[in-house]
C-alpha cells in the first residue's frame, strides 16, 4: 500500500489541469504485481479531459496487463475524492473484486469496485 501510495502522490505532481486546479494521482497494481501510474490531463475542450486512473489503467493495459488488484487515488480534498462514473466502468473491465482506495489530505477511504459500481455493465452483458 505504501508504494502505491508514494507513486500516487509522485505522479500527482505532473497533473495538468489549468482550469479545474483539481490535481489527481493514481497508482494501480496489476494482478502480476507491477504498478503504473497515471494523473489527469485536463483540455479547454472539458469532455477530452482524461482522468488519471483511465491514464494509469491505460499504460498498463498498453504494457500487456488486463488484470488490476488494486488502485490508489490521491486528491487534496477530504472525504477524498472516489473515481468517477467513467473511471469506475473502466476499472470494473479489469478487476472483478478489485480494492479502490481514495486518500485525501487527511482522511482514507476504500471500496471494492463493486460497492462504487453495483450491477455494472460488462463482457457479459454481450451475450459473447
Given at each position: 500500500?505504501?508504494?502505491?501510495?508514494?507513486?500516487?502522490?509522485?505522479?500527482q505532481q505532473n497533473a495538468y489541469a489549468p482550469y479545474s486546479g483539481f490535481c489527481v494521482g493514481a497508482a494501480i497494481l496489476t494482478v502480476t504485481g507491477e504498478v503504473f501510474v497515471g494523473c489527469n490531463v485536463e483540455n479547454a475542450s472539458y469532455g477530452l479531459t482524461n482522468c488519471a486512473e483511465r491514464v494509469a489503467v491505460g499504460s498498463a493495459v498498453a504494457a500487456?496487463?488486463?488484470g488490476i488488484k488494486k488502485v490508489v487515488v490521491i486528491t487534496d480534498v477530504d472525504p477524498p475524492a472516489a473515481p468517477c462514473g467513467a473511471c469506475r466502468q473502466v476499472l470494473?473491465?479489469?478487476?472483478?473484486?478489485?480494492?479502490?482506495?481514495?486518500?485525501?489530505?487527511?482522511?482514507?477511504?476504500?471500496?471494492?469496485?463493486?460497492?462504487?459500481?453495483?450491477?455494472?455493465?460488462?463482457?457479459?452483458?454481450l451475450n459473447k
Open positions: 500500500m505504501k508504494e502505491l501510495e508514494k507513486a500516487a502522490r509522485a505522479v500487456g496487463h488486463k470494473s473491465e479489469f478487476g472483478a473484486g478489485l480494492e479502490v482506495v481514495a486518500i485525501g489530505s487527511k482522511e482514507t477511504r476504500s471500496w471494492t469496485i463493486e460497492e462504487l459500481l453495483p450491477a455494472s455493465f460488462g463482457r457479459k452483458d
